[in-house]
């Protein structure tokens, strides 16, 4: 991720305006996005900053105010941007401006059919708390080959929430498994910290200290990330197992995002805290007692985090979640019972070349 600091720059002729090319750009408001030749370009205070190549641009990721032209919504809307609005501090959702495509239907039909079976929310929502577990294991005997002093019986307790989570009954079952081990979890990583940093649990909405601030803002991003390729693959995000169905809440993605927590943000968190890439005086507070990263900072550590997201190949490991939640939907509804399965198999072998249209009759839909 390349950090461009815009504020306060004075206009600049089309000369001597950057003009980039990027998969994601995240941009400070308050500011504007218009079109000019079929280019998006970005100002803040009445004077342009930076030109965008829309060729190879997934997403536009707002932070505060941003005025979005009639011109600008055209070229995103024709290449297939996404548009994301989040608060200032990067830690909650505005708004999300995303694209219908009706080719998803059938995809859909198949989440919705799976979604309807209890046993297969059951043996998704396992296989999700168990990676996660999994995931907090690793990190515990990472920070001991580290030298760090790990509590009495941490691990075997964490071991023992993986054999309940296979023993679980149902869902609610697993989630309290999953709680627990959380909570594990994050009473050992309060340990991990040094100096001046504490942490004494997790607390959000408003986060109260500058670790759990940001937690969420890393947990923000990694959410934002799944919810775009969850989107990019046809698929409803708001519809989950572990995470129940809720209004304003992409459950899907919630759930798919578990096993990614730990090494994509807490690491992270510890890894910037302990480096003094972040300082305690880079926070600042508000009157409802929120800790939040101070406007000038919040761009060198959505740099940081992006740095961390690139080297430890998330991205791949992200489009490997989302294939493995789709390879479960799909298993679940046989082509034999099922006109949506039926139809999408006929498509795929057509196009794969492995039979013509006129070798396989299918009843569209």
């Known amino acids: 991720m390349k950090l461009f600091p815009l504020r306060n720059r004075a206009n600049r002729p089309n000369s001597n305006l950057p003009h980039i090319r990027v998969g994601i750009a995240h941009l400070t408001g308050p500011g504007k996005l218009s079109a000019s030749n079929e280019h998006l370009e970005f100002e803040t205070a009445g004077a342009r900053q930076v030109r965008l190549d829309v060729d190879g641009l997934s997403e536009v990721v707002a932070y505060g105010e941003l005025l979005v032209t009639s011109g600008a919504m055209r070229l995103v809307e024709q290449h297939g941007i996404a548009l994301t609005w989040l608060s200032p501090n990067g830690c909650y959702v505005w708004g999300r401006f995303t694209h219908n495509n009706s080719d998803r239907v059938l995809t859909k039909l198949l989440q919705f059919q799976a979604w309807e079976d209890r046993a297969w929310q059951l043996t998704t929502a396992r296989d999700i708390v168990s990676r996660k577990i999994e995931s907090m294991h690793t990190a515990l005997r990472h920070y001991q080959r580290q030298g760090k002093t790990l509590s009495n019986g941490v691990l075997s307790r964490v071991e023992d929430c993986g054999r309940k989570c296979g023993e679980a009954g149902d869902v609610e079952q697993l989630r309290g498994v999953e709680g627990y081990a959380t909570s594990l979890w994050f009473s050992q990583y309060a340990t991990f910290f040094a100096g001046d940093w504490t942490f004494k649990g997790r607390n959000r909405r408003p986060p109260k200290d500058p670790v759990n601030s940001l937690l969420s803002l890393g947990y923000m991003q990694l959410y934002r990330r799944t919810v775009a390729r969850i989107e990019a693959s046809g698929y409803e995000a708001g519809l989950g197992a572990l995470h129940e169905f809720r209004p304003g809440r992409q459950s899907m993605a919630c759930d798919i995002m578990e096993p990614l927590r730990i090494p994509v943000v807490d690491r992270w968190v510890l890894a910037v805290c302990g480096q003094g890439i972040v300082k305690k005086t880079d926070f600042e507070s508000s009157d409802n007692g929120a800790v939040m990263l101070a406007r000038g900072r919040i761009g060198n550590v959505l740099t940081r985090l992006e740095e961390h997201w690139h080297q430890g190949n998330f991205e791949q490991i992200l489009e490997q979640?989302?294939?493995?939640?789709?390879?479960?939907?799909?298993?679940?509804?046989?082509?034999?019972?099922?006109?949506?399965?039926?139809?999408?198999?006929?498509?795929?072998?057509?196009?794969?070349?492995?039979?013509?249209?006129?070798?396989?009759?299918?009843?569209?839909?």
Not at 324 to 353: C, F, H, M, P, Q
């Open 321 to 365: 979640e989302v294939s493995r939640w789709v390879e479960k939907i799909r298993g679940n509804v046989s082509r034999d019972t099922s006109r949506a399965a039926s139809y999408l198999r006929g498509r795929l072998l057509r196009e794969s070349g492995a039979v013509t249209s006129g070798e396989l009759e299918v009843d569209e839909l």
